[in-house]
């Protein structure tokens, strides 16, 4: 009896160890991306697993849409990545994976998309010619990431169709030294650095009132 209990039970650990270790890797499914997003921005996702051929897999998105669908949910044949947009009024959303080999979910947190800020200054103020006009006042931007960062430039225009910067303008606020002699439009540009992403103010007019002759 002794023989056949060293002889069994080693077996019977092979074979136990055997089906543990074919589950793991079979029943493995992971799905990798952004976690800090920005709402209505496109993110793509990718989706690994041990697939058999025409395996069905069902995407749901909770707080976006897929770009493919137009929809939070949809099941289809297995693929390797899925792109989708976050929507905006949520602060966090879930992407979840279901399929015959396993389930994989990923959560984020939603930034809001990037407020560029607004000049508070009247729309539009009006001078003498080669007078100095009054300082330009504008909110902190906001939005655009979860921890975002903030880079300021003023720009100016004749037009405003053609924009250049204003040479040494990257705080919040624009104050002139300068005396006015044509009539110019402004707007603060804002980089939010992690996510690279641009958005503009609103537009303000200095009217200069023609020089008489």
Same mark, same amino acid.
Request: charge should be positive; hydrophobic fraction near 35%.
């Given at each position: 009896m002794a023989h056949y209990s060293l002889y069994r039970a080693p077996k019977l650990w092979l074979i136990?160890?055997?089906?543990?270790?074919?589950?793991?890797?079979?029943? !493995?499914? %992971?799905?990798?991306?952004?976690?800090?997003?920005?709402?209505?921005?496109?993110?793509?996702?990718?989706?690994?697993?041990?697939?058999?051929?025409?395996?069905?897999?069902?995407?749901?998105?909770?707080?976006?849409?897929?770009?493919?669908?137009?929809?939070?949910?949809?099941?289809?044949?297995?693929v390797s990545s899925i792109r989708l947009q976050w929507s905006e009024g949520r602060s966090t959303g879930?992407?979840?994976? =279901?399929?015959?080999?396993?389930?994989?979910?990923?959560?984020?947190?939603?930034?809001?998309?990037?407020?560029?800020?607004?000049?508070?200054?009247?729309?539009?103020?009006?001078?003498?010619?080669? #007078?100095?006009?009054?300082?330009? %006042?504008?909110? !902190?931007?906001?939005?655009?990431?979860?921890?975002?960062?903030?880079?300021?430039?003023?720009?100016?225009?004749?037009?405003?169709? #053609?924009? +250049?910067?204003?040479?040494?303008?990257?705080?919040?606020?624009? =104050?002139?030294? +300068?005396?006015? #002699?044509?009539?110019?439009?402004?707007?603060r540009r804002v980089l939010e650095s992690s996510s690279q992403t641009i958005a503009y103010s609103n537009?303000?007019?200095?009217?200069?009132?023609?020089? #008489?002759?």
């Amino acid at each position: 009896m002794a023989h056949y209990s060293l002889y069994r039970a080693p077996k019977l650990w092979l074979i136990t160890f055997a089906l543990f270790s074919c589950s793991i890797v079979h029943g !493995q499914v %992971s799905l990798t991306g952004a976690k800090c997003v920005t709402a209505k921005l496109v993110y793509q996702y990718e989706i690994k697993g041990e697939w058999r051929q025409n395996d069905k897999i069902s995407i749901c998105v909770e707080g976006g849409v897929l770009e493919e669908t137009g929809t939070a949910c949809t099941e289809k044949e297995a693929v390797s990545s899925i792109r989708l947009q976050w929507s905006e009024g949520r602060s966090t959303g879930k992407i979840t994976v =279901s399929s015959q080999v396993g389930t994989a979910n990923l959560s984020v947190s939603i930034a809001p998309k990037l407020n560029p800020g607004f000049i508070e200054t009247a729309e539009k103020q009006t001078i003498a010619y080669d #007078k100095v006009p009054s300082s330009l %006042s504008c909110t !902190q931007a906001s939005g655009g990431n979860c921890s975002p960062s903030f880079s300021y430039q003023w720009e100016q225009s004749s037009d405003r169709i #053609k924009w +250049t910067p204003v040479s040494g303008a990257t705080g919040r606020n624009l =104050s002139f030294s +300068t005396p006015f #002699k044509q009539t110019s439009f402004f707007r603060r540009r804002v980089l939010e650095s992690s996510s690279q992403t641009i958005a503009y103010s609103n537009i303000v007019a200095v009217f200069v009132i023609p020089k #008489k002759n």
